[in-house]
């Protein structure tokens, strides 16, 4: 049994109202998620945080008070479940199963998917809840927030949508109606293979514990190299408390794999 953890505790503060039960073509957003994780044959739980009412009679899950965020669901599924998890957020519409599929087929504690342009879309992931419980604690234990940590310090695969298949529109999410009417574009191709990163010691304990900043760059460099952008744009931001050229740096990536969307044709 695979468990499928929807996201849906997001104030949606660019869409305007609750963007996980608005309708598109006679459904909510989150029930095209719910049918992929149906077709799948996972159990569904849905991670609802501040907006649980909206989710009577589903199976709702409530955040973790160790995190904010998407994390907080994470903290808490990997302690109520034994199972394979995989988490996606409620504003995917056009996911398939097959992006489950493929990252449950992964041989790795972690996989997630990665568009071509080198950015990690961090909240479409699989985990073993066995494996990132003790980083879970240490990012709790030092007020860390972001889903991307838990792939800095266990063993991920990552994915390249261009190597399988998988076109960015079905794990890119929506920020407003408007983008349910657009295509999906990430421009630029230099993450076109798999590609597992595991560490004997993740620079980001390194650095946490020790204030090694030369793991930190050599992790920013590892990733610059395999085309993992985003990734190394988290590892600059931390660098940034050593020098402000590594701010401006980690800005400059982030706007580097922005994913666009352009109106499509015929709908």
């Known amino acids: 049994m695979v468990v499928l953890v929807i996201l849906a505790g997001g104030a949606s503060r660019r869409f305007g109202r609750d963007k996980c039960t608005y309708e598109y073509r006679g ?87 990665v568009f071509p342009n080198g950015r990690v879309e961090s909240t479409i992931f699989k985990a073993r809840p066995q494996n990132v419980s003790v980083a879970l604690d240490l990012l709790a234990q030092h007020k860390r927030r972001r889903v991307d940590d838990l792939f800095r310090i266990v063993a991920t695969k990552f994915l390249s949508v261009v190597k399988h298949g998988i076109s960015p529109k079905w794990v ?20 076109v ?33 395999v085309g993992l952008l985003s990734m190394a744009a988290h590892a600059a931001k931390d660098l940034s408390h050593v020098g402000k050229g590594y701010a401006v740096l980690a800005e400059a990536i982030y706007g580097a794999v922005e994913v666009n969307k352009r109106t499509m044709r015929g709908n």
Do not use: M
């Open 193 to 225: 293979e798999d590609y597992l990163i595991s560490w004997d010691v993740p620079p980001l304990i390194k650095w946490l514990r020790n204030g090694d900043v030369e793991a930190l760059r050599g992790e920013f460099l590892r990733y610059v190299e």
């Open 172 to 191: 890119h999410n929506i920020n407003t109606p408007r983008d349910l009417e657009t295509e999906t574009e990430a421009t630029g191709e230099i993450f």
């Open 27 to 113: 459904k909510r957003l989150i029930d095209y998620v719910i049918e992929a994780g149906n077709e799948l044959g996972a159990k569904i739980v849905i991670a609802a945080g501040r907006n649980a009412a909206f989710y009577q009679g589903e199976e709702v899950i409530e955040d973790s008070d160790r995190f904010s965020g998407p994390l907080a669901a994470v903290d808490t599924a990997t302690r109520r479940f034994e199972e394979e998890l995989v988490f996606a957020p409620c504003d995917t519409p056009f996911i398939k199963p097959t992006v489950f599929e493929k990252l449950i087929s992964a041989d790795a504690p972690l996989a997630v998917w």
